[in-house]
């Protein structure tokens, strides 16, 4: 018998057993079916270790058991990481005076492509040559299209601090 008519013979006997004690223990079909890919995948890679007869399932349990605890290792990890991440960028949202709420708006105004490349300049200090490596053009159109988008955003925010001052007068 070759390694892999031994992996089928296993495979066959026992992946309904695996199916439902990893169905059991997990909460959804995706990590179900993880569990039961790196039980087979073990046994697989380890076809000479898989005891003979019924002792066989009994490998796979243990095998399914480390599986389901590597799988919970990995999510309370995920878990704890995406909280500090969630933390640290709620530590360090910039807090939007009111007073400048007008240029947020007249920013978000802008189409995509625009806001993306004063973005690029403003906030993280790129150049008209960086600026065109990230957006891939040249750094003559990059230079080009950034003097338009500051001539368009200070339109907007113009017209946004006329009306702002009309309103003021009335």
């Known amino acids: 018998m070759t390694h892999r ?8 006997a026992y992946y309904p057993a695996i199916h439902q004690y990893a169905s059991r223990r997990t909460t959804s079909a995706d990590d179900t079916a993880d569990v039961i890919s790196e039980t087979f995948l073990t046994a697989w890679r380890r076809i000479e270790d898989v005891p003979e007869g019924e ?12 599986v389901l605890a590597n799988q919970q ?10 909280d500090r991440l969630r933390d640290e960028l709620a530590a360090d949202r910039p807090v939007i005076p009111v007073d400048l709420e007008h240029v947020r708006v007249a920013f978000d105004e802008l189409p995509e492509g625009d806001r993306e490349v004063l973005a690029l300049a403003c906030w993280e200090g ?7 490596k990230v957006m891939g053009c040249t750094a003559v159109a990059a230079r080009t299209r950034l003097h338009r988008v500051r001539k368009r ?18």
């Open 126 to 132: 790129l150049t008209s040559r960086q600026i065109a």
């Open 73 to 82: 290792r990995g999510a309370s990890r995920r878990a704890g990481l995406a």
């Open 153 to 170: 955003l200070a339109a907007r925010l113009e017209r946004t601090s006329s009306s702002l001052i009309s309103m003021e007068e009335a």
């Open 55 to 66: 002792r066989a399932l009994l490998w796979l349990y243990g095998v399914s058991r480390r």
């Open 5 to 12: 008519d031994r992996f089928e013979a296993i495979y066959d």
